[in-house]
């Protein structure tokens, strides 16, 4: 019977190793390691097969913090992400509302703009939601 190979005893992949190298440049350019011991250390990693290789070569690394990219409108976090896929797909529903009313306007002559009844409770919501703070990215700092 085999026995399960261990986390440390896995194979990794080049995307792997580049990801722990990207992680070792990270940590030249904040001055934990001079250039010597990054083209060292990077060097080993590409010759590396194991989780537990990998590991060892960033173990003495502070664990690397996670930078915010937040956009101009949405925050780089779970509400900003599903705030902007709703946003998105409100407009999709706002832009197919108005092109209908505008079919229906051209050909029938017809200018009373229903449209709003569809895009203006949700987009009511939204605001909402968005001026409450949901999604908004964080100012100043």
Known sequence: MNEPVRPDDVRISDADRQSVADRLRAAHDEGFIDLTEFDERVSE?????????????????????RVRRDGPIF????????????????????????????????????????????????????????VSGIGRPRRGG
């Open 45 to 65: 990693v590409w010759r590396m097969r194991t989780r537990g290789d990998l590991t060892r070569v960033t173990r003495d690394l502070p664990a690397p913090e």
């Open 75 to 130: 925050a780089d976090s779970p509400g900003g992400v599903a705030m902007k896929v709703l946003a998105i797909i409100w407009m999709c529903l706002t832009a197919v509302a108005v092109s209908g009313w505008g079919i229906v306007a051209a050909t029938t002559g017809l200018e009373y703009p229903w449209f709003l009844w569809i895009a203006a409770p949700p987009g009511a919501v939204l605001l909402t939601l968005y």
